[in-house]
């Protein structure tokens, strides 16, 4: 059954000029799929269309109107006084209306009830029990758990929340509603590393249909089925996740690129035999008509367009020598905000060449932390950088002093450069024609980060500080940040829930949790390893207990040799176990094998201590 139907859709906003042109697709019942393209391509514009926030200009769009659409976007507006647990109850606002209908037919039935008042009353009964109306506290309970709304935040006023928190309870609330198609549009921009594996789980089990537009390219591998990329107005199609899609998307270039080489080598090929042919039809006319006849047929061919290549940044950070061992050390380093403390007794040392993701909750301190170090936060210990270290940092949040000025105006007055060099250096980061001459407060969050960004790579450093350097960039800006990153050679320290970037960096791991920060010298599988590791430890204890085994019957001659028997299996097991661990490090980038091997080793490992116990039995 089709949910999603778009037949012929165009849009513009400029006569002429159109965001979407002839864009076609379907979407079936219980599909997740992916909309991917670059920042302004009409994803946003496609997703107010299908919810009817927007008129279009032509074509058809069908939603199947037996279905409850949601979209998780703009944050709708509550009255007054609405806390946060108002705006989640809002999500069973028919269920409420039935319990408040039932507690007025209570009251009239109190002294003396008709029949029909009962008969009313059982029927609202029903319809508060099949709507789920016994299981609203336990849901509501659930789905704030796993996106880390905490009971305390549930009493706030929802208009005091951040952006970020207003998103992720509007997120919450949507998922209440027991939608049928889920449209979600980044929902992953606010959310923490738990918050969003709570979500793609949740997702995975959501027998509905799903749309969502994201930049998260580990959030897409996850949940998208297939990716719908959106390329100057029209769509393609790819039968895959993200990974799927990286790899088909370069060997359609390549093919592309193939054909239309052969095919201009053969227009040149023809195109020389037909001016030969020409020259020496002059006086003979059947030559001649023969090669009007292949030049009308070289006119005929259907070319195929050379494939376009993505812009890219040419641009690599200035690097400043280093000298010595030590980049920066803390001692015993605390940071409190009245009776709450962030961190406590952080004692840590950075050497040079070093690739650290500091990772936490959100509210955890991460930024903070980050301010402490750079002396813009008081704290408590002691922080020492090396005598020749030079840092440059990129905020969360960028601001700058003068958002009137334009772009070209901004680099000439901060950075003190000639006006060429100016073009130059924002043409590096495609900043060019007419763009440069764009004031800096009309910017996007992503145009403002590559502004900055591309200010920050002009100065020499060696150790660089980013605070979610992938936040509102599109998947290309993302990876061109990354081609930047991996060409620089210092210290390199980021706070970030991408996990794609994470994983393509971090060689040691800091986790802020509890008020400590725990010190992980690997990359981001095996601190995943570990912690699912200790987190099975944990729940050893609240199993059940295995029933005892039974002495094995017979005499001391069949104990010795059920004992050896079992050291034997023990020993082929441990080798087995051992044998996964180049297996996993092989696979570190393929992150579906490496959860497969992960997930046999834990079991070999079960089967291991299973044994030990039947050993330990036996010598008993």
Request: charged fraction near 30%; glycine fraction near 8%.
């Amino acid at each position: 059954m089709v949910d999603i139907q778009v037949k012929n859709l165009n849009k513009f906003f400029v006569i002429g000029e159109n965001l979407l042109e002839d864009l076609s697709f379907e979407i079936q019942e219980g599909e997740r799929v992916a909309i991917l393209g670059r920042n302004g391509c009409g994803k946003t514009t496609l997703f107010n269309i299908l919810t009817g926030q927007m008129d279009y200009d032509g074509g058809e769009v069908y939603v199947n109107p037996n279905k409850r659409l949601g979209l998780i976007s703009q944050i709708p507006r509550f009255p007054q006084g609405y806390t946060v647990e108002d705006v989640l109850r809002s999500a069973y606002d028919s269920l409420l209306r039935i319990r408040r209908k039932m507690e007025l037919l209570e009251c009239e039935m109190a002294q003396n009830a008709t029949k029909e008042q009962l008969l009313e009353y059982d029927r609202l009964g029903a319809a508060w029990e099949s709507g789920g109306g016994y299981d609203m506290d336990v849901e509501v309970d659930k789905i704030c758990n796993g996106l880390g709304i905490t009971q305390e935040q549930r009493t706030q006023d929802f208009a005091s929340l951040s952006g970020g928190e207003k998103t992720r309870v509007n997120l919450a609330r949507l998922l209440l509603e027991k939608t049928d198609i889920l449209l979600l549009d980044e929902p992953t921009n606010h959310l923490d590393l738990n918050s969003v594996e709570w979500l793609e789980g949740y997702i995975h089990t959501f027998k509905g249909t799903v749309l969502a537009i994201s930049h998260d390219r580990y959030f897409i591998d996850q949940i998208a089925q297939r990716v719908i990329e959106i390329v100057d107005g029209h769509a393609e199609f790819y039968s895959g996740n993200y990974s799927f899609y990286m790899d088909e998307k370069q060997a359609r270039f390549n093919l592309q690129l193939k054909q239309y080489e052969q095919e201009q080598a053969k227009l040149k090929q023809l195109g020389y035999t037909v001016e030969r042919m020409k020259g020496w039809g002059i006086n003979n006319r059947t030559l001649y008509r023969r090669a009007m006849s292949i030049q009308h047929r070289m006119e005929r061919i259907k070319k195929t367009e050379r494939p376009k290549t993505e812009k890219t940044m040419k641009a690599t950070f200035g690097e400043k020598d280093f000298s010595g061992d030590v980049v920066f050390k803390m001692k015993n380093v605390s940071k409190s905000f009245g009776d709450r403390t962030l961190f406590s007794d952080v004692n840590l040392n950075v050497e040079g060449g070093e690739r650290i993701a500091l990772l936490g909750d959100n509210g955890t301190g991460k930024s903070t932390f980050i301010k402490c170090l750079l002396g813009d936060e008081d704290c408590q210990g002691k922080i020492q950088f090396g005598p020749t270290v030079k840092w440059g940092y990129l905020p969360q949040i960028i601001h700058f002093d003068h958002p009137e000025r334009t772009l070209y105006d901004t680099m000439l007055y901060e950075k003190n450069c000639s006006p060429q060099m100016a073009r130059d250096r924002l043409g590096a980061f495609l900043f060019q024609g007419e763009d440069v001459f764009k004031t800096v407060g009309n910017l996007s969050g992503g145009e403002q980060s590559r502004l900055r960004l591309c200010m920050l790579m002009d100065e020499k450093i060696n150790l660089l500080i980013l605070d979610e350097p992938t936040n509102h960039l599109d998947i290309a800006s993302r990876e061109w940040v990354e081609a930047a990153i991996e060409e620089f050679e210092g210290v390199l320290l980021f706070v970030s829930h991408d996990r794609y970037f994470i994983e393509k960096f971090a060689e040691r791991i800091w986790l802020l949790e509890d008020g400590q920060i725990r010190d992980f010298p690997c990359g981001y599988q095996k601190y995943r390893s570990i912690l699912e590791h200790e987190a099975a430890s944990k729940a050893v204890p609240a199993a059940a207990p295995k029933p005892k085994k039974e002495k094995p019957k017979g005499g001391t001659k069949d104990q010795d040799k059920l004992v050896r028997r079992l050291e034997r299996e023990i020993e082929k097991q441990e080798q087995l176990i051992a044998e996964f661990d180049p297996k996993i490090e092989a696979a570190s980038a393929d992150y579906q094998e490496l959860s497969r091997l992960l997930q046999e080793k834990e079991e070999a490992e079960a089967a291991l201590m299973d044994l030990m116990e039947q050993w330990e039995a036996a010598q008993a």
